[in-house]
């Protein structure tokens, strides 16, 4: 009969293996080292954007001829000015201040032992996501910070991108004396390899899944690893009969129109019923200059020309487009009780003049990140002051909201003593 060991390791599994093994060697190098790397990386960037942006025209070109829609398109595209920024985002990880080896804890018990805790790497990370080539190098450079190593999944329709990113990086690498297998990407996209890699628990610590509704609920079914999910952003903005409005017209048209295919774009605009009549007839002009399509319930309409009528569909969709879900409440409770019948747990801003109201719409609502005057746009890592985000988590496990370098360590204890038995 064969045993265990004679089976063959399959590809990925070998993949998975050797990431595991560099990651124990990122683990092993000091801050100066890892910031070193990364630095190594953005410059890598840089000088092979040629080769990166011609692998991502290749990717556009085919996206237009399979009829991908105007948001997927927005996040696979890249430009100089984009790679620049990616470039930009690697160097802002690499001068973030250094998770590992972090004492969060630190006392002496009655006994005289002295108790730590300690942040380390989490290990092997796995990353799944959908044409957002950006992805590549910043999840990157955010495991290889926190002293993890990574396994990159693209998708399908980032495959030249993602390859020629990676092929700069592994230069960045090879030059740092770091085995390349620490940022391994996959080039096996069928989604029998994409199983495969979820089932291996003993070689990933955890999988970040970032895409569309459907990859992230396929993830979490299938993995036997730890999943960090979000499954999509449906963000709402609340107007107070308080706000000022000028200020909430501001809010609502960044949060709706800067990036509408962004995660923390707006979806849904609630209105107090005291302002509404002065307040839709603006927004609905002002949005509508921007081309966004209005869906409004039945108080909200008549105060809109030009809206279709809202559904409960509308109200839950994350639309990733100019489109806007719209209604109006009869207070602040109306409005609380809107959201949590709807929120997807992201973030939710409330525009006021009201401080008592701000504090009752924070502690009322659950959801990873809770607004007050500010656009719903600064939900991400980079604006939170996190370096690029590794991904946002909206379940309740190690870590909730925009996901930075802490959230890709653990904290472990740390005893020292002097003989002391129990």
Do not use: W
């Amino acid at each position: 009969m064969t045993g265990l060991k004679d089976i063959p390791m399959s590809d990925i599994e070998s993949q998975a293996r050797a990431c595991r093994d560099a990651a124990q060697v990122v683990a092993g190098l000091d801050s100066a080292a890892r910031r070193h790397l990364l630095q190594a990386m953005a410059q890598a960037l840089e000088a092979n954007a040629g080769q990166i942006l011609a692998g991502n025209a290749r990717d556009l070109a085919a996206a237009r001829d399979k009829g991908v829609g105007s948001a997927m398109l927005d996040r696979l595209a890249l430009d100089p000015a984009r790679l620049l920024a990616m470039a930009d985002a690697v160097r802002d990880v690499a001068a973030l201040p250094d998770p590992v080896g972090r004492v969060t804890h630190d006392e002496v018990r009655p006994n005289g032992i002295r108790v730590q805790k300690v942040r380390v790497p989490l290990g092997v990370i796995a990353m799944i996501y959908e044409a957002r080539p950006n992805v590549t190098a910043e999840a990157a450079a955010l495991c290889l910070k926190a002293g993890n190593g990574v396994i990159l999944r693209g998708g399908s329709e980032a495959i030249h991108s993602n390859t020629a990113i990676a092929e700069a990086l592994a230069g960045a690498l090879r030059a740092s004396g770091v085995p390349t297998a620490a940022v391994t990407v996959l080039t096996d996209l069928r989604r029998e390899a994409m199983l495969e890699l979820l089932q291996l628990h003993e070689l990933i610590d955890l999988a970040i899944p970032r895409g569309g509704e459907g990859l992230i609920r396929f993830v979490a079914e299938h993995a036997r690893v730890p999943v960090i999910k979000h499954y999509k952003g449906v963000c709402h903005l609340f107007v107070d009969a308080s706000a000022d409005l000028d200020k909430a017209m501001a809010l609502l048209v960044d949060g709706k129109c800067s990036r509408p295919s962004a995660c923390n774009a707006l979806e849904t605009l609630l209105v107090h019923q005291d302002i509404a009549a002065q307040f839709l007839p603006r927004a609905g002009q002002a949005l509508a200059e921007r081309g966004v399509q209005l869906r409004a319930d039945a108080r909200a309409q008549p105060l809109l020309p030009g809206s279709s009528a809202a559904t409960d569909a509308d109200f839950a969709a994350e639309f990733l487009d100019l489109v806007l879900a719209v209604g109006v409440v009869d207070d602040l409770d109306a409005a609380i009780a809107h959201i949590r019948r709807f929120t997807s747990d992201h973030t939710e801003v409330i525009a006021t003049g009201d401080a008592g109201h701000a504090e009752r719409f924070v502690s009322a609502l659950r959801s990873a990140v809770v607004m007050v005057n500010a656009s719903s746009r600064f939900s991400d890592g980079g604006q939170l002051g996190l370096g690029s985000e590794i991904g946002i988590s909206t379940t309740r496990l190690h870590a909730y909201g925009p996901m930075g370098l802490d959230a890709l360590t653990v904290e472990r204890f740390v005893v020292r003593g002097e003989g002391q038995t129990r």
